[in-house]
């Protein structure tokens, strides 16, 4: 069955455009309803404009009440019929009427296997500890940052003589792969929390 997403970010959107690519290719069983920016510059923006998605951004002054901002949002989603709220880059920590509005329903992705080096600049923090495997995951948010049921994590063994830059890439690729076929699984309906916080993939 196809899902709708609601998608937030704060930057340049190529997770976004992954999503986009896998849904135009058939692949991802989804239909994204809404994109909500926190900055107007975000170049994400322009990717969701370019795949004619209706894009909503938001302006500091409801930012600067945190509850307010993620009550708009929630309202907007929840009159697009979002199944879903995708967490793509989005740098803002979500709050109590967003994760009220859809619980087990706001998904968010990190650079690296968490519980480590939560927050973010993982990547960098990764790299400077001096870490020989890092990865991604995708997990469920929830009112902690970088906390909330794990769904999916891939690893990613760590070369010497890598830049931070390569790092990163080499993480972005894995990101673009693992979140689109992680929505996937939400679609197929595969993806349950039990009782006790953790996640099982049917």
């Known amino acids: 069955m196809s899902i709708k997403l609601g998608v937030l970010l704060s930057g340049s959107g190529t997770n976004l455009q ?12 989804a239909t ?8 107007p510059s975000a170049y994400g923006l322009k990717r969701a404009e ?13 930012y600067a009440d945190p509850l307010l901002a993620d009550e708009v949002i929630a309202t907007e989603l929840k009159m697009h019929d979002v199944d879903y709220v995708i967490m793509a880059g989005y740098m803002r920590m979500v709050h109590e009427p967003l994760l009220a509005a859809f619980p087990n329903r706001v998904v968010n992705l990190h650079p690296a296997l968490l519980p480590s080096f939560k927050g973010a ?23 902690k940052y970088d906390c909330g049921p794990i769904i999916a994590q891939q690893a990613l ?5 890598w830049t931070v830059d390569e790092l990163e890439e080499h993480i972005h690729a894995i990101e673009h792969v693992l979140y689109p076929d992680t929505i996937q ?6 993806v ?5 916080g953790t996640v099982e993939i049917l």
């Open 50 to 62: 370019a795949a004619g998605l209706q894009t909503m951004t938001l302006s500091k002054d409801i």
């Open 192 to 196: 349950r929390v039990l009782d006790n």
């Open 185 to 190: 699984l939400l679609a197929e309906g595969r």
């Open 157 to 161: 063994a760590v070369e010497e003589g």
């Open 32 to 39: 994204i309803e809404l994109v909500v920016s926190s900055r």
């Open 121 to 143: 600049h993982a990547i960098q923090d990764a790299y400077d500890y001096g870490v020989k495997v890092t990865g991604v995951t995708v997990h469920f948010a929830d009112d």
């Open 18 to 29: 992954a999503i986009i690519d896998r849904i135009a290719e058939g692949t991802l069983d």
